[in-house]
């Protein structure tokens, strides 16, 4: 057995906004040529989100939500504030929010802080050294000889890449206690002005942490029943270098997306899932629990279709974008943790990302409970 999960936190920001509300916002951020204010707020509707949240939100008053972070903008040259300001508002609000999933995840294992051997952090949305990992060490309280490891810029399907780390280190000490850390302040990242690739990203993108406890098999608290990582996966998607980027520019990270996304999706995901599945041995069918990233509406409709999957499988992946939005790395166990409260024996669950590159990532999940309990 791998990396056997213990437990999953999450934590979103206090304020939360609507997708309503976001338009009035985005409006601001001149994302909608003059004239053009219906057509901006149907590209919101669209994205199936009710709420996000965001560390920079203001606590409502008589006026409404506020985000003073962000100024209307004055000329056709105002881009919003700089990076280096984004990032020391990074580096003054992520590790609050890491801290408070941490800690949950932590409790809900049964596992001291100063217990854990190895922390890996997961971040794509900032930068700062010392940074999150080094405070979530003196603020959790673990020991000052724990193993960090920081996986940066990866984008959506950073967590997997965070989970890979996790259970190597699982698999190479089975005594580890693992604690991953996903966190994500996408909205420091909205961008002025009505490029399409800007205005879907300002329409998504949220801000949240996610963390896992997993031990190795060799830990007293390894359990059989207990979800593990059964196996993963990664694929550069042929020709799908342009699709999808993440660049660091002079006024926030810039995203560009294209609308061939989920078709390349579509041609590659089925062959990955079933390659992945049978190394393990197991078939499609056998399959009992689906934990998609929902980079958008469009990409889960894209995975759905071409696994030919039952009506409802995406419920989770759906509820968790129209609850919170797109929460970059940290979305994924978001699901998995519903996933978990919902049926703990629902194994084999295959999960998956995307992100730039293209690049998929996939893993599955398995449990001594799902596989007395076959489809």
């Avoid at 590209?43 to 506020?66: H, K, M, N």
């Avoid at 809900?108 to 940074?131: D, K, M, Q, W, Y």
């Avoid at 996790?166 to 850390?181: E, N, Q, R, S, W």
Wanted: charged share 15%.
């Amino acid at each position: 057995m791998s990396l056997a999960i213990l437990g999953i936190g999450t934590a979103v920001p206090e304020q939360q906004i609507s997708q309503t509300d976001a338009v009035a916002l985005a409006v601001g951020f001149a994302n909608a040529e003059p004239g053009r204010e219906r057509t901006l707020a149907a590209i919101y509707r669209q994205t199936r989100i009710r709420t996000r949240g965001s560390v920079l939100l203001e606590p409502p008053d008589d006026a409404g939500v506020s985000l003073d972070f962000y100024k209307p903008v004055t000329s056709v040259d105002d881009s919003g504030p700089a990076t280096s300001v984004r990032m020391a508002r990074y580096a003054a609000e992520a590790g609050s929010l890491a801290a408070t999933a941490a800690g949950l995840a932590l409790g809900r294992a049964g596992i001291a802080a100063a217990e854990v051997t190895h922390l890996v952090t997961c971040s794509c949305t900032g930068f700062a050294n010392p940074g999150v990992d080094l405070e979530l060490v003196e603020t959790l309280g673990m020991s000052p000889t724990v193993s960090r490891t920081h996986v940066g810029f990866m984008g959506c399907h950073g967590g997997f890449n965070a989970l890979r780390v996790a259970d190597a280190f699982a698999g190479a000490d089975p005594d580890a206690v693992v604690l991953v850390v996903c966190v994500e302040l996408c909205s420091l990242h909205f961008q002025y002005g009505s490029r399409s690739d800007s205005v879907v990203a300002n329409s998504i993108f949220a801000d949240g942490a996610g963390a896992i406890v997993g031990v190795g098999s060799g830990h007293p608290a390894a359990d059989p029943a207990a979800w593990h990582v059964a196996g993963q996966a990664s694929r550069v998607l042929p020709n799908s270098a342009n699709q999808m980027g993440w660049i660091i520019g002079d006024h926030g990270f810039e995203m560009s997306l294209s609308a061939q996304v989920p078709g390349t999706i579509s041609a590659e995901i089925g062959l990955l899932v079933d390659d992945l599945l049978s190394r393990q041995g197991w078939a499609r069918e056998q399959v009992r629990s689906w934990a998609v990233h929902p980079g958008g509406p469009r990409v889960l409709a894209s995975v759905s279709e071409s696994l030919s999957l039952d009506p409802g499988a995406l419920e989770v992946s759906h509820a968790v974008l129209a609850e919170h939005g797109n929460m970059s790395s940290a979305t994924i166990l978001f699901i998995l943790e519903r996933l978990l409260e919902q049926d703990p024996s629902a194994t084999p669950c295959v999960a998956m990302a995307f992100g730039p590159g293209l690049t998929a990532e996939l893993a599955v999940f398995a449990s001594d409970a799902g596989r007395r309990t076959p489809r």
